[in-house]
Structures are given as structure tokens and as C-alpha cells.
């Protein structure tokens, strides 16, 4: 399902008053239909229900309509910072689109999360923190890969292959799902959201 149809009631349908969190996060699927990523959607699920942060969901092919709504959004003053990005496969690569689209718009992001992008595409220098997760392989199209900054001063990466975490015998379709991959995922966000005194 596409959430971003319901992006511009998702301040009313949540409100931006949790005491905790402050933020957005834009997950994104990955190709044939975003089927084999549906753990991006569990994740803007688990953010909105049950840490009530502002999230929305969409598919790869819809980068420039993501990038267009925070723009105008972000330049109305209607988007909460820090803004979070998080994709796979092809919605990696293409989230990666939307933070170089959001650079030359001069909005920063916190934190992009990339799980097994199948380019090698490097990431702009507003992004402050990059975790890629990343699962080696022999197929291109079917293979993740590490990253690498424009600007290693201004952006950290750390490129995580899952194979080196215990409970990840995943593949590019499974990956996204892996309840250790979710975790981690889950974790860094919420520390990138959390107010400053607020503890979850």
C-alpha cells in the first residue's frame, strides 16, 4: 500500500505532540511492485502506531514525488526535523535520489538508512549519518553494496554487512523482514528522534 496519498493528513490523523520523538521518516519499496519489501512497511507502520511519529510509505518509482512533497513542505515550515530516510533495493537507490534532490534544495537529513542498494551511488553531503546494511553477493541486481561519502567530513557511513550479525541468514528478498534487521533499523531511528532529556 502507498501511504503517501495520506501524507497531508497524517499531522491531524497523529498530531506532532508526542513528548518523546520529534521527526519524520519516509520509508520506500523496492521493485516488481515493492512485494519482496514489505518490511519498510512494517516499519512506518510500527513508527506510527506504536511511537505515534509522523511516517509515510511509498514505492521507488514515486522519488520524485517524495522529494517534491518534503520540499514545498519543508519550505512551508509544516515538516518536522530531523528528517529520516530509509529504503530497499531499488527504494535504496532511490532514496538516495531524494537526499541529493533534497541537497540541492538545501534541507539536511539525520539519518538515511539504505538496505542492500544495488548501485554503486555515493550520498550527498547533507546527509549526516548513513547506516547501510548489505548483503554480498554474486548478482548485481540481487546484491547489496557499501557506499561512500561525497564528503566523508560532513557524512558518516557505516556499511554493515549483515552477514557479521548473528540472526541475519537473510537474502535480498528477506532481508528487509529480518526481525534483527528491523531491530537495528527500529533502534537507530528512535535514537536519531528521541528529545533531547526524553527517554523512551
Given amino acids: 500500500m502507498d501511504f503517501l496519498p495520506k501524507l497531508n493528513n497524517l499531522g491531524k490523523e497523529i498530531g ?3 513528548p518523546t520523538y520529534r521527526g519524520e521518516v519516509y520509508t520506500m519499496r523496492g521493485g516488481l511492485g515493492g512485494i519482496f519489501s514489505t518490511g519498510m512497511s512494517d516499519l512506518q507502520r510500527t513508527l506510527q502506531t506504536q511511537y505515534h511519529i509522523q511516517s509515510a510509505s511509498t ?8 522529494s517534491a512533497y ?4 519543508y519550505r512551508a515550515h509544516e515538516i518536522q526535523q530531523p528528517i529520516v530516510l530509509i529504503g530497499h533495493s531499488l527504494g535504496a537507490n532511490e532514496q538516495l535520489k531524494v537526499a541529493r534532490d533534497l541537497d540541492r534544495a538545501n534541507i539536511p537529513v539525520a539519518l538515511l538508512i539504505t538496505v542492500d542498494a ?3 551511488i555515493t550520498v550527498s553531503a547533507n546527509v549526516k549519518h548513513v547506516i547501510n546494511l548489505y548483503k554480498p553477493g554474486y548478482v548485481p541486481m540481487f ?3 557499501t557506499l561512500a561519502a ?3 567530513a560532513r557524512t558518516r557511513i557505516d556499511n554493515i554487512n549483515v552477514d557479521t550479525l548473528k540472526g541475519t541468514s537473510v537474502n535480498h528478498f528477506t532481508i528487509d523482514k529480518n526481525p534483527v ?11 536519531v ?3 533531547p532529556g526524553k527517554h523512551p
Fill in 16 to 18: 506532532h505532540t508526542n
Fill in 59 to 66: 514505492i521507488w518509482f514515486k522519488e520524485d514525488t517524495l
Fill in 70 to 73: 518534503i520540499i514545498k513542505h
Fill in 118 to 120: 544495488v548501485s554503486p
Fill in 143 to 145: 546484491s547489496g553494496m
Fill in 150 to 152: 561525497v564528503d566523508p
Fill in 181 to 191: 534487521v528491523q531491530d537495528l533499523m527500529l533502534k537507530n531511528v528512535l535514537a
Fill in 193 to 195: 528522534l528521541k528529545k
